[in-house]
């Protein structure tokens, strides 16, 4: 009676590894034949593409900020009167930084993408 209840138990064990399996993974790990190990996920690794794509998304939030800047200065520019020639040349000398600090942004933006597929962070879409 004892074997009975152990040998039950060791079906409906494998039934539910078998059912969370079946539901919780894609069928395209098990045509492709992966393993189960290898789909575990090392907590080291999760830290590190948590913190590179932190970085990240710190730095697409600045480009976008100084984007905005250059609207805004380009509107101002154009709201200027001919007489404020001071102005005007501050303006254009605010511009020429934003630029190049919105360039500078966007080649480490994609800096950082690279540095993120390369460091082969699993699951992440850019």
């Known amino acids: 009676m004892n074997s009975d209840?152990?040998?039950?138990?060791?079906?409906f064990k494998t039934l539910r590894l078998y059912f969370l399996c079946s539901t919780l993974l894609p069928p395209s790990v098990f045509a492709q034949g992966t393993p189960?190990?290898?789909?575990?996920?090392?907590?080291?690794?999760?830290?590190?593409?948590?913190?590179?794509?932190?970085?990240?998304?710190?730095?697409?939030?600045?480009?976008?900020?100084l984007n905005a800047l250059l609207l805004r200065n380009k509107?101002?520019?154009?709201?200027?009167?001919?007489?404020?020639?001071?102005?005007?040349?501050?303006l254009q000398l605010n511009e020429i930084q934003l630029r190049n600090n919105y360039r500078l942004?966007?080649?480490?933006?994609?800096?950082?993408?690279?540095?993120?597929?390369r460091k082969g962070c699993p699951g992440v879409t850019l």
């Open 75 to 90: 509107k101002l520019q154009k709201s200027l009167k001919p007489t404020q020639e001071i102005t005007m040349k501050r």
């Open 5 to 11: 209840k152990i040998r039950s138990m060791e079906i």
């Open 36 to 65: 189960l190990k290898d789909l575990i996920r090392d907590p080291i690794v999760s830290r590190r593409c948590k913190a590179l794509l932190g970085e990240r998304d710190q730095k697409v939030k600045i480009k976008q900020r």
């Open 105 to 117: 942004t966007e080649i480490k933006v994609k800096a950082m993408d690279e540095d993120i597929i």
